[in-house]
C-alpha cells in the first residue's frame, strides 16, 4: 500500500466506486460482448485481435469514446456501442455477473460510517441499471451514475466524479472525495478531480505499478479493505 504521508485528511465523506472490477466482478464480459457487437457491425475479422488488444489496454474509458477511436466515423462508433450495450446485457442477463467479494459489505460499512456511497460506470444506463438489477443492487449506493448523468463524458475525464461532488453535497471540498477503481483511468479521472484519495484495487484490468503511476495514493487488495483505510486515515488526520 503506497499512503501518501504528506496529506492529512479528515472528514472523507464521499466515496466514488467504480463498477466493473472494482465493485463487479464481470468475468471477461467487456471482451466477449464487444466481439459480439464488432461482428455484428460487420467488422473484418481479422481486425479482431488488434481491436481486442485496445479494449483490453483501454479498460475503464468511456465505451463511446473506445469505439469512436476503433470505428472512426460516429455513426459507425454509435452503432458499435448500441450494439455492445445489446450484447452485455444479454449477458448479463445469463446470470454471468457477480459481486467482488466483500464489496456488498464494503459500500454497507461506509455508509454506516456516515459516508456518501456513489457508484459509477462507463457503461450506459441501461446496462448500469442492469448489472444493478442482477446483483439486487438497486438502492445500494446513495447514487448511482453513468457518462449521460455528467454531461456525457466518461472516464479519463472527472466529470463523474465532480458530479457526484456537485449533485449530493455530501462535502465541502473535493480533497474530502473519495475516488476508487480498478483502472488506470480510474485514477486519472480521480486524481484531475482532486480527490483526496485515489485508491486503486487489485481485482481487475491494471496492475499496482500502473495505477501508481496514474495517480493512486493508496493500492489495496480490494474494495473490501476500503473502509479500514479511510477510518485509519481519519483517526491520523
Request: charged share 20%; glycine share 12%.
Amino acid at each position: 500500500m503506497n499512503a501518501d504521508t504528506t496529506t492529512h485528511l479528515s472528514d472523507l465523506n464521499l466515496v466514488v466506486l467504480d463498477m466493473a472490477g472494482t465493485t463487479v466482478a464481470d468475468g471477461g464480459l467487456v471482451e466477449q460482448a464487444f466481439a459480439a457487437a464488432a461482428e455484428r457491425i460487420g467488422a473484418a475479422p481479422e481486425s479482431m485481435p488488434g481491436m481486442l488488444d485496445h479494449v483490453r489496454a483501454t479498460m475503464g474509458e468511456s465505451k463511446i469514446t473506445v469505439f469512436r477511436h476503433l470505428f472512426g466515423d460516429e455513426a459507425r462508433a454509435q452503432a458499435a456501442n448500441k450494439a455492445f450495450e445489446v450484447a452485455y446485457g444479454e449477458l448479463v442477463d445469463g446470470g454471468r455477473i457477480a459481486e467482488i467479494p466483500g464489496a456488498r459489505s464494503a459500500v454497507e460499512t461506509l455508509r454506516e460510517q456516515g459516508r456518501t456511497v456513489v457508484l459509477t460506470t462507463g457503461f450506459a444506463r441501461v446496462t448500469q441499471d442492469a448489472i444493478l438489477d442482477a446483483l439486487g443492487w438497486q438502492g445500494l449506493a446513495d447514487l448511482t451514475l453513468c457518462p449521460a448523468d455528467a454531461g456525457g463524458r466518461g472516464r479519463p475525464y472527472p466529470d463523474m466524479v465532480l458530479a457526484a461532488f456537485l449533485r449530493t453535497g455530501a462535502v465541502d471540498g473535493v480533497r474530502q472525495i473519495v475516488a476508487a477503481g480498478d483502472t488506470s483511468y480510474d485514477m486519472v479521472s480521480g486524481a484531475r478531480a482532486g480527490a483526496g484519495v485515489v485508491a486503486g484495487v487489485r481485482t481487475g484490468a491494471h496492475d499496482e505499478p500502473q495505477l501508481t503511476a496514474n495517480g493512486a495514493t493508496h493500492v489495496l487488495g480490494s474494495v473490501a479493505e476500503l473502509p479500514a483505510l479511510l477510518a485509519q486515515l481519519e483517526d491520523d488526520a
